[in-house]
């Protein structure tokens, strides 16, 4: 079992930033990857951006060039940049942990999300 603590999202105009935490109750170095999703009322939840215990990192065409996932480990924390937001970043933003293995499948955790508002 892993928690996922999120904050940081909030209010802003558009061409604003914010930065999220992802908090996670076991060290991140035992987790696969970590990633944020958002979903948008009506809308399917989506990938945003993902990071491997390697460093590796990946991000939807839609927010590249915006936003930045990074991490602390110290903090078993990770972080995500948003720059540049636009009101179609609108959503609540979750965090996201893979700790899958043969010994435990499908080993998917989730925070409780954070809301992110960006406003004409």
């Known amino acids: 079992q892993v928690q996922l603590v999120e904050s940081g999202g909030g209010l802003v105009q558009a061409g604003g930033s914010l930065r999220l935490s992802c908090a996670a109750s076991?060290?991140?170095?035992?987790?696969?990857?970590m990633g944020w999703y958002r979903q948008a009322p009506g809308k399917q939840r989506e990938l945003v951006a993902t990071i491997a215990t390697s460093g590796s990192t990946t991000y939807a065409d839609s927010v590249k060039g915006r936003f930045t996932i990074s991490r602390n480990t110290a903090k078993n924390t990770v972080y995500l940049q948003m720059n540049s937001l636009k009101p179609e970043d609108t959503a609540v933003y979750y965090c996201?942990?893979?700790?899958?293995?043969?010994?435990?499948?499908?080993?998917?955790?989730w925070g409780q999300g954070t809301q992110v508002t960006v406003s004409s």
């Open positions: 996201n942990a893979d700790r899958s293995a043969v010994s435990r499948p499908h080993a998917v955790y």
């Open positions: 076991i060290s991140i170095f035992s987790i696969n990857a």
